[in-house]
């Protein structure tokens, strides 16, 4: 059973005095500029969130954003200067080094960008490393490696050692690592942006598959938003040490909490985000349904609904357990695709005040 993590108004300040900083920012006495021009640097201002068992939840941010230090602070590699991390129902702030450790080694894996691999051990030596510090016995950390190495897609190459390995089998030597010590919680810190990108994609699906059978607790780190969609069941965007929006890819997507989120969206393909959900009119609930037409479901895919679109030659219902609780008109499709401002064809679809296309969840 996997465990849900709740991170609770995190700050991490570096520098002077760090408390007096955390009450400044917490009371808008100083802002993160004002407070590196001291000499301090705010690394995390105010995370909070918590991530379910099974959920893979994505930190998306630019360089610098603090994504880093707050996977470090999940783990307990490093104390808060405020705030509280829970797993497991334990509050990982109060413990000891020791306490600490313990937890790190049976309930909590990394996987890092630059996986450092043992050049003198077998692929499967690797692999059982995380067993090994647990004190393990030989024969089942061999065979808990070999389950994990298989999971990653790399039984046969148990004898091997990791330079007879690509970059991307590498990289899931580390995964297989972090997945034998049974470790309820995966931290992955930017764990595929060192590889080539079909490598990369590959490794991606090769994570969801996993995660589908496994549903761990997972935190994935990353600076790219393309990757953050495609993994994250939620994602939370970081600016400057503070998230500035939690939301699905859709919800980033459709309704981006400022203009800084906006810009983030805008080169990413939406036909492999948006689904019919997302797109649809909720507030027509047509009797489209009553003819034999084809129909979309939620969760229809935004290509998917494209093509049934072509093909029926009315709005597209979208139908959830026998129910249509939704229509998608075609005009409605081409607004979704590009600029929403500059789309033609969305006028008659519902707007909030604030021009923005409503699409509800
Ligand atoms: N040990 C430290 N001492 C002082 N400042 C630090 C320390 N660690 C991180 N920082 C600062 O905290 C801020 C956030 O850094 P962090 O490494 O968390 O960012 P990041 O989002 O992971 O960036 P990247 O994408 O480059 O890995 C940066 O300004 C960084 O310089
Ligand atoms: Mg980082």
């Known amino acids: 059973m996997s465990s849900r993590l709740e991170a609770e108004h995190l700050f991490k300040v570096f520098g002077r005095r760090p408390d007096q900083a955390v009450e400044r920012l917490r009371t808008n006495t100083a802002d993160r500029e004002e407070l590196r021009s001291d000499g301090v640097t705010a690394a995390v201002i105010d995370a909070s969130f918590s991530v379910e068992p099974g959920e893979i939840f994505v930190v998306m941010g630019l360089s610098g954003s603090g994504k880093s230090t707050l996977l470090r602070m999940l783990n307990g590699l490093l104390e808060p200067t405020a705030g509280h991390v829970r797993f497991d129902g334990q509050d990982l702030t109060g413990l000891s080094g020791r306490e600490l450790r313990d937890v790190r080694s049976r309930k909590i894996s990394m996987v890092f960008q630059h996986f450092a691999l043992f050049p003198h051990r077998s692929v499967r030596d690797n692999a059982a490393y995380g067993l090994e510090v647990q004190g393990v016995p030989r024969a089942e950390r061999e065979r808990r490696a070999d389950e994990a190495l298989a999971l990653c897609g790399l039984a046969g190459w148990e004898d091997s050692w990791p330079d007879e390995l690509s970059g991307g089998m590498q990289q899931r030597v580390g995964l297989a690592r972090a997945l034998a010590t049974d470790a309820d919680l995966l931290l992955m810190d930017e764990s595929f942006s060192a590889l080539?990108?079909?490598?990369?994609?590959?490794?991606?699906?090769?994570?969801?598959?996993?995660?589908?059978?496994?549903?761990?607790?997972?935190?994935?780190?990353?600076?790219?938003?393309?990757?953050?969609?495609?993994?994250?069941?939620?994602?939370?965007?970081?600016?400057?040490?503070?998230?500035?929006?939690?939301?699905?890819?859709?919800?980033?997507?459709?309704?981006?909490?400022?203009?800084?989120?906006?810009?983030?969206?805008?080169?990413?393909?939406?036909?492999?985000?948006?689904?019919?959900?997302?797109?649809?009119?909720?507030?027509?609930?047509?009797?489209?349904?009553?003819?034999?037409?084809?129909?979309?479901?939620?969760?229809?895919?935004?290509?998917?609904?494209?093509?049934?679109?072509?093909?029926?030659?009315?709005?597209?219902?979208?139908?959830?357990?026998?129910?249509?609780?939704?229509?998608?008109?075609?005009?409605?499709?081409?607004?979704?695709?590009?600029?929403?401002?500059?789309?033609?064809?969305?006028?008659?679809?519902?707007?909030?005040?604030g021009g923005k296309v409503m699409a509800r969840a």
């Open 196 to 353: 080539d990108p079909l490598i990369r994609r590959d490794m991606q699906d090769q994570l969801i598959e996993l995660q589908k059978k496994l549903k761990k607790t997972i935190v994935f780190i990353t600076h790219d938003l393309n990757e953050a969609m495609r993994l994250g069941d939620r994602i939370a965007v970081m600016r400057d040490g503070r998230i500035v929006q939690i939301g699905t890819a859709q919800d980033i997507l459709i309704r981006p909490a400022n203009d800084y989120v906006a810009s983030f969206t805008q080169d990413v393909d939406r036909s492999r985000v948006l689904t019919a959900q997302a797109v649809m009119d909720s507030e027509v609930r047509g009797d489209e349904a009553d003819c034999a037409c084809e129909t979309a479901t939620p969760g229809t895919s935004f290509t998917d609904l494209c093509a049934i679109s072509a093909r029926v030659p009315h709005p597209v219902a979208v139908v959830d357990d026998g129910d249509v609780v939704g229509v998608v008109p075609r005009q409605r499709l081409v607004g979704f695709l590009g600029d929403e401002e500059a789309a033609p064809g969305v006028c008659d679809s519902p707007r909030d005040k």
